[in-house]
């Protein structure tokens, strides 16, 4: 049976797996057809097997492959008669799969390896067997083994993932503004030095990657981006305009070089920004005159932004945004004493967390916190706990957007020690919100 895992309930594979005929295993490239079909009609994908293979290909290297995982079933019912008898499948047929990509991603005390979950599909017809709690069980074990202490998501379903150890680690926002109320302040920072260009791609490609980097580099929740995915953002296809226009390019530029980009298309008078991202905040104000200045628009939507974006600052005025929940990044910890001591601390610390985790067990137990503004060492410990949380509650307050303290005043984490989770609330804080515009 090669590398695959025979179904063992030490290792959390559900019972009944053996039984059914039901395998988990390692996939590979040749699997990714068989994955691709399972996936796409679990999430009642309208697109057909050929167009995801084509899209997704080269999003995953060799090394992209290699991280999938698939539960085959070796028993696949005859789809003329529905017979199961007899009609054994080599190597087993795909029911169930999940992926991840390597990247690495800015959060508090510099860019770290994290893997970013995706691919997540149960064939319809074996859900709620245990499928994926199975494969969440083995997906961590082996990004523990590559040495990654972070993993992230975009889930589909806000339900599915709690339960696995993630939580929601960023709040984004869809903001919409009518084009008749955009106006920007008398003192938004304004440059004359800068100027704006409106670019086709792909020429603007090579400004964009550059200020994206740049900004990258110290925004908490930013994903750096490969040049798969680069293509992939700024695929401009039929299917990728949903009736807009084309992909534009918005480049403000300074003596030293691009300083900020907006990305968008029109369509039925309104301009729907993919993204913004400027490296200053005099670039910033350009990009808004540009977007406000376009003739003909009647709204402006920008897709995601964070709480604390600059756009309700600039405006004469911010009552005329609307703003709409945008999904929040789910981020988890995978080796919790690695990534508390890789994280840096606004102030000082010293805490005995104890920690439970049904899915990475060997997070679960007490771990002894010492932080202060040089560094952090994080150890398991026999002390009494000063607090005792879900290891979801961590991932929650890693990048800075969530208290600890919401969670106890909901009576989620309990607190042994007063005070001791409005200490640590104090060390984890961040003055930034973070904030993820990378797709995955
Ligand atoms: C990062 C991404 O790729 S996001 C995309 C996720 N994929 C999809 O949404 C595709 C459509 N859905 C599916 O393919 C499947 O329903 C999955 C993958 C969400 C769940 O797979 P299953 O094999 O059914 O999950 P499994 O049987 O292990 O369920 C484990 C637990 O989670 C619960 N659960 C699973 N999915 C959901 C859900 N969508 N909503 C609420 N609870 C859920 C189950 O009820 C079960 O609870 P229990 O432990 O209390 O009994």
């Given at each position: 049976m090669g590398q695959a895992e025979q179904p063992q309930r030490a290792q959390g594979v559900p019972e009944g797996f053996a039984e059914r005929g039901w395998t988990l295993r390692?996939?590979?490239?040749?699997d990714?057809?068989?994955?691709?079909?399972?996936?796409?009609?679990?999430?009642?994908?309208?697109?057909?097997?050929?167009?995801?293979?084509?899209?997704?290909?080269?999003?995953?290297?060799?090394?992209?492959?290699?991280?999938?995982?698939?539960?085959?079933?070796?028993?696949w019912p005859d789809q003329a008669t529905g017979s199961r008898d007899g009609r054994v499948v080599e190597g087993?047929?795909?029911?169930?799969?999940?992926?991840?990509?390597?990247?690495?991603?800015?959060?508090?005390?510099?860019?770290?390896?994290?893997?970013?979950?995706?691919?997540?599909?149960v064939w319809p017809t074996r859900r709620r067997q245990g499928i994926l709690s199975a494969l969440m069980r083995r997906q961590l074990a082996d990004i523990r083994d590559?040495?990654?202490?972070?993993?992230?998501?975009?889930?589909?379903?806000?339900?599915?993932?709690?339960?696995?150890?993630?939580?929601?680690?960023?709040?984004?926002?869809?903001?919409?503004?009518?084009?008749?109320?955009?106006?920007?302040?008398?003192?938004?920072?304004?440059?004359?030095?800068?100027?704006?260009?409106?670019?086709?791609?792909?020429?603007?490609r090579a400004d964009l990657e550059r200020v994206h980097a740049a900004v990258t580099a110290?925004?908490?929740?930013?994903?750096?981006?490969?040049?798969?995915?680069?293509?992939?953002?700024?695929?401009?296809?039929?299917?990728s305009r949903q009736n807009r226009s084309h992909l534009k390019a918005a480049v403000v530029s300074g003596t030293d070089g691009p300083q900020g980009y907006a990305l968008y298309r029109t369509g039925n008078r309104e301009a729907h920004v993919q993204e913004i991202v400027a490296a200053v905040p005099s670039a910033r104000t350009a990009l808004y005159e540009h977007l406000f200045s376009r003739d003909?628009?009647?709204?402006?939507?920008?897709?995601?932004?964070?709480?604390?974006?600059?756009?309700?600052?600039?405006?004469?005025?911010?009552?005329?945004?609307?703003?709409?929940?945008?999904?929040?990044?789910?981020?988890?910890?995978?080796?919790?004493?690695?990534?508390?001591?890789?994280?840096?601390?606004?102030a000082p610390a010293d805490v005995v967390i104890e920690v439970a985790d049904r899915y990475a067990p060997w997070n679960a137990g007490r771990w002894r916190l010492r932080a202060d503004r040089s560094g952090a060492v994080c150890e398991a410990a026999s002390d009494t706990p000063d607090l005792s949380l879900d290891v979801s509650h961590l991932g929650a307050a890693y990048l800075g957007q969530h208290t600890l303290?919401?969670?106890?005043?909901?009576?989620?984490?309990?607190?042994?020690?007063?005070?001791?989770?409005?200490?640590?609330?104090?060390?984890?804080?961040?003055?930034?919100?973070?904030?993820?515009?990378q797709a995955f």
């Open positions: 390692p996939g590979s490239k040749d990714f057809p068989a994955v691709v079909e399972v996936v796409g009609e679990a999430l009642l994908g309208a697109q057909d097997s050929e167009f995801w293979i084509e899209r997704l290909g080269p999003l995953l290297s060799e090394d992209g492959y290699a991280r999938q995982l698939v539960v085959t079933e070796t028993h087993g047929r795909v029911i169930g799969s999940v992926n991840a990509f390597s990247f690495r991603m800015t959060v508090p005390g510099g860019t770290r390896a994290v893997a970013g979950i995706t691919g997540v599909g590559r040495g990654e202490k972070l993993a992230v998501l975009w889930a589909s379903e806000g339900a599915i993932y709690g339960r696995f150890g993630y939580a929601p680690a960023t709040s984004q926002y869809e903001v919409t503004l009518e084009a008749a109320h955009a106006r920007l302040r008398p003192d938004a920072p304004r440059d004359p030095a800068l100027t704006t260009e409106l670019l086709r791609l792909p020429p603007a110290h925004q908490i929740g930013r994903i750096h981006r490969s040049r798969a995915f680069w293509d992939s953002n700024l695929r401009d296809t039929p299917e003909l628009i009647t709204k402006l939507v920008f897709a995601s932004t964070a709480p604390d974006d600059p756009l309700q600052y600039l405006i004469t005025d911010p009552h005329r945004l609307a703003s709409r929940f945008d999904e929040p990044l789910w981020l988890r910890l995978v080796d919790v004493p690695g990534a508390l001591a890789e994280r840096s601390y606004a303290s919401g969670y106890l005043r909901s009576g989620l984490l309990t607190e042994h020690v007063p005070g001791a989770v409005a200490a640590l609330d104090t060390a984890l804080f961040r003055s930034d919100a973070p904030f993820c515009d």
